[in-house]
């Protein structure tokens, strides 16, 4: 339960400025945290800190342990010898305002084989040793996830199910050969993992000396070309030849007539029920190792889900399926003190979702610009809020609130300029101060929002497969006169 009244600001790290090709958990990372204090926020969240899947999504991971190794600052590399001034040259077409993933990722994966080379040739005994702790404490999933990117990669990234049946089948003999022939590219995927952990938990704990906390992302589901479905076969639906029989989705919604068809295998709840929920008990634990509190998303899902076959061409003909509702939440709350969960309580709720939310005393979320098309008792208005709700003007998955307004029907913004005795021209700024001004106890806004940016700079459109998390923005577009405003707010709504 939230009982703390705070406001802070949603933006990946990638959007971050910096200079080779994608913001990282470089020098602009801590001097983000800066302006974080400086314009009175306590929050900084974040998207899911995994490595990015199919359309450089950060939601269709290849390991649900696993951080994006694209987001290790080269510099603190190259700080230990293990890059050259050189490496440090940035691509000619590196864009400031967008992240280019074609070039992104074979300019920073060359560096990092470079960097794992020194880096194991080196005579470092500190830096081994701590490597060789990091191995051993993580080991649960770090073994799995190095073999299977080596293997993805002696594969040309085909599907695992399509791998020599030994290896898709995990035989020990099978795996014990890959770990010794290709032991270089197996601790290359350990390296990396050992340089994310060391670069976040610096970073994290920078922000947190601060008073800035972080809130992270756990997607409910995980993609079927990962380490996770591989190692644990018997945990998702899967067939005899290791194929998904199911997958998850949404049915048709605000964002899609014929629904969202995600395309993640669907869990096996009895097995995990058996297992005492220890695969999800890890997870949650891994995450909370990287933020203060965690967005778990699509929160729905644990009471009921949307299944769908896996040849269907769309998510119209599933149906909805229970998941292990409270079984689940009982099991993380023997395993945790407190549980930090925000629970993703937006789409289609039904009562028994908040039952569960209220239950365990989750915060819920609230949209505002859902609140304008129907009347006074709309959920999403300030005005029905209870204190334990985080408030957004939109989330990642949202337009930006300029972009949402310019396309707004007419009588959902006249409905919103009566409400937020507003003549609509900073609209922005106007429903930022109503989130700030209501009972939730955390607000959070958009960094695309804080800036006044068009619909052209939002970070997702859901159903769109192209074009998506690739916003960044610079620092030439922070006023000093902008985050005065935002922390002289914070400051009037008791949130300093």
Avoid at 312 to 329: D, R
Avoid at 347 to 373: C, H, S, W
Wanted: hydrophobic letters at 40%; glycine letters at 6%.
């Amino acid at each position: 339960m939230l009982t703390d009244r705070a406001s802070g600001i949603l933006l990946h790290p990638t959007s971050l400025p910096g200079a080779f090709g994608a913001g990282d958990f470089g020098s602009d990372a801590y001097k983000f945290v800066d302006w974080l204090v400086s314009a009175g926020q306590t929050y900084w969240q974040i998207l899911p800190l995994g490595e990015t899947g199919p359309g450089n999504s950060p939601y269709m991971s290849c390991s649900a342990f696993a951080g994006s190794i694209l987001l290790i600052d080269l510099a603190e590399l190259s700080s230990h010898g293990w890059l050259s001034s050189e490496d440090l040259t940035p691509h000619p077409d590196f864009r400031p305002d967008r992240v280019d993933f074609t070039l992104l990722r074979p300019f920073r994966m060359g560096r990092l084989r470079r960097a794992a080379r020194e880096f194991f040739a080196s005579s470092h005994d500190d830096m081994h040793r701590d490597y060789t702790e990091f191995c051993i404490a993580e080991n649960e999933w770090l073994a799995d996830y190095a073999i299977f990117m080596t293997l993805a990669e002696l594969e040309n990234c085909r599907e695992w199910s399509c791998w020599p049946i030994d290896l898709a089948h995990r035989e020990p003999q099978a795996l014990q050969l890959i770990e010794k022939n290709y032991s270089d590219e197996v601790g290359f995927w350990k390296f990396c993992q050992w340089c994310f952990d060391r670069q976040w938990s610096n970073l994290r704990l920078y922000a947190n000396e601060r008073g800035v906390h972080v809130i992270g992302d756990v997607p409910i589901f995980v993609a079927y070309q990962s380490a996770d479905v591989w190692s644990h076969q018997e945990l998702f639906e899967l067939d005899e030849n290791c194929r998904p029989t199911v997958v998850a989705g949404v049915p048709p919604d605000y964002f899609s007539e014929t629904g969202q068809l995600w395309g993640n295998p669907l869990y096996r709840w009895d097995v995990h029920e058996k297992t005492g929920y220890a695969w999800w008990i890890a997870r949650l634990r891994h995450a909370l190792q990287l933020a203060d509190l965690v967005r778990i998303d699509h929160f729905r899902g644990f009471v009921a889900y949307w299944e769908v076959p896996s040849d269907a061409p769309n998510a119209i003909n599933g149906e909805w399926i229970a998941g292990p509702g409270e079984k689940l939440f009982e099991a993380f709350t023997k395993a945790f003190p407190h549980l930090p969960i925000i629970a993703e309580d937006l789409g289609l709720i039904t009562p028994d979702v908040l039952e569960l939310r209220d239950k365990f005393n989750l915060p819920g979320m609230r949209i505002l610009q859902f609140a304008f098309a129907d009347g006074d008792d709309n959920l999403f208005l300030p005005h029905q809020y209870v204190p334990n709700t985080i408030a957004y003007t939109g989330t990642h998955d949202n337009d930006t609130t300029i972009g949402w307004w310019s396309t707004a029907p007419d009588h959902v913004k006249a409905f919103a300029r009566q409400y937020l005795d507003s003549d609509g021209h900073e609209i922005v700024w106007d429903m930022m101060h109503a989130l700030s001004d209501s009972v939730a106890n955390i607000v959070i806004f958009p960094m695309q929002d804080v800036l006044g940016l068009s619909g052209e700079h939002r970070m997702n459109f859901p159903s769109h497969p192209t074009g998506n998390w690739e916003w960044r923005f610079s620092w030439d577009q922070i006023h000093a006169s902008l985050t005065q405003s935002l922390a002289k707010m914070a400051l009037e709504h008791d949130r300093i």
